[in-house]
């Protein structure tokens, strides 16, 4: 593997920020370090990247201890949340930064320069002010400078927190495409789980300093491997089920899984959906969303549980609604004995 990270520790004083945190990178891949706040995401990808020394454990490329590296001899990419860009520098001179480090000539920058707008979307920028950049065109700038040198490896923190809502959406589908055209292994930290999917192969779930799950994103989305992270993963209700032959059997109804025997069933928001038939039910309260209204609804065992319905439904309080399970939302946890 490209990048190993063996049994990492990271202790400041007698708080223990990462416990024994084991990951790998594979070529081209994006890996997500999802978790809380202070769950230790940007510890360990700082740890990684030798910004933060290691209490234990050991971090190589290519089979090659780094230990003792400096950060700049890495060859690794860095973004942070507020891309930190030279404020007296124009566009071209701050994504030509590491280009002029590592004494490339001036056409061949330019070259690249060019090549890198053209990559983020943003060709023809290159005499702008980067005072005068918004925010998702800077942090655009900063991904462009942190890829000029060819890094072998890109680590991104909350590279797109400090943007509102709508831009952190469209952006996250950009730099998503961008770091697969770019092709380069890529470590990101954020705590968006939609940010996540949207951007990686594999999610490692971090809570309380330790890795609790690590696998593809559908995986980790459709099988936490307990409550906790289906929790942390939107999951507001477990029922108990029963799978056979494709079916996944509840006291909430039926849906399609390839499981067998009994589990506990985990269900998002999105995983019961107003419809014409399924378990009957009476609406406690609704909140609007952008694209969809988020119900509470008593069903008929007395318990409350959490639904979706089209904006157009028009539902009231005390209205009757039939619920039907919808794959998507849910996740499907190994019963704990
Ligand atoms: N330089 C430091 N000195 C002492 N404690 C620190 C330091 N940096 C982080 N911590 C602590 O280590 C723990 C993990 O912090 P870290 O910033 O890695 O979490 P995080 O998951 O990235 O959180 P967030 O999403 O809020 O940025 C926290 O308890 C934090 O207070």
Redesign the pocket.
Known sequence: MPLTAEQLTVR??S?T??EDASLEIGDGEVLALL????????????AITGLEPLTQGRVSWNGTDLAGLPVHRREFGLVFQDGQLFPHRDVAGNIAFGLRMHRVPKDEQAARVTELLELVGLKGYERRRVTELSGGEAQRVALARALAPRPRLLLL??PLSGLDAELREQLAIDLAALLRRAGVSTLL?T?DQEEAFTLADRVAV?EG?RIRQVGPVREVWRRPVDERVARFLGVTRFVDATGENGVLRSPLGEVAAEVDGPVLLGLRPSALRVAETGVRGEVVSQVYRRDHVRLKVRVEDGSTVDAAAPVLAELAEGDSVRLRLDPDGIAVVSRPW
Do not use: M, N, Q
């Not at 978790?35 to 700082?46: A, D, E, Q, W």
């Open positions: 400041y004083g708080l920020a990462v978790g809380p706040s202070g769950s230790g995401k940007s510890t360990l990808l700082r923190d909350e930290v705590h971090l300093g």
